[in-house]
């Protein structure tokens, strides 16, 4: 279908984020973060949607030192797209799930990427649910016409080897059985260096916040040039 095309001028980012990552989701209080303005300039920019967790939530750091602000700058420099960061710190596959629809309806993104699945994995939910959500949000974007790229994690050693293999596999498979960009470890290069990671060993630190974009950017940059 025809796009109508939408206004921008610099990269608009918007972050949906909570501030106590505990909370139920339900219970969350949401704001939208408007971190560059609009101008009155029109162009038909690829839109990216990025629905994940903390790890793109820029928790326990600024939100524009997070990679999803950084990618946005780097975006607006080279004048070819938007982002829309609907990340929130303690986001599951089924609250993704829930929450996409609508999401995709508002924002209508050329590209959509999934960045969901660690939390299901702390919490121990069974891999066929966490495949079956991913697998639902994939359905969900193509059919309204978005491109996915799915971010995979891994979770630490104490969840055993069959477990995190499992979940490893979840994202190497949809991908291949869907013909999506992957990156296989969004936390490549920073989860095993305790200097770019916070106290809690399980979120990156803002010094680590370009390696993950530099992750993320040649599998987004090849969805962008074929959009």
Do not use: C
């Not at 066929?128 to 309204?144: D, K, L, P, T």
């Not at 979940?167 to 936390?187: C, K, M, N, S, T």
């Amino acid at each position: 279908s025809t796009r109508l095309p939408r206004p921008r001028a610099s990269t608009i980012v918007a972050t949906v984020r909570s501030p106590v990552s505990a909370m139920p989701v339900r219970s969350r209080l949401l704001s939208l973060l408007l971190m560059l303005p609009w101008s009155t300039a029109w162009a038909d920019a690829p839109l990216v949607l990025i629905l994940g967790d903390s790890l793109s939530a820029a928790h326990g750091m600024p939100v524009e030192a997070g990679w999803p602000a950084l990618l946005a700058k780097r975006l607006d420099e080279r004048g070819d797209g938007r982002v829309i960061n609907a990340s929130i710190s303690g986001e599951t596959t089924s609250g993704g799930l829930t929450r996409l629809p609508a999401l995709l309806a508002e924002h209508q993104p050329e590209v959509l990427v999934i960045e969901l699945g660690a939390n299901d994995g702390l919490r121990g939910l069974p891999i066929r649910q966490i495949r079956s959500n991913i697998e639902a949000m994939i359905g969900q974007a193509s059919a309204a016409q978005a491109e996915v790229i799915l971010l995979g994690i891994e979770l630490p050693v104490n969840f055993g080897r069959r477990y995190r293999s499992q979940l490893r596999a979840v994202y190497a498979e949809l991908a291949q059985a869907h013909d999506l960009g992957l990156v296989p470890f969004l936390l490549e290069g920073v989860a095993l260096e305790p200097e770019l990671m916070q106290d809690d060993g399980l979120h990156p630190t803002a010094q680590a916040q370009p390696r993950l974009l530099d992750n993320v950017w040649p599998v987004l940059e090849r969805a962008l040039a074929v959009d």
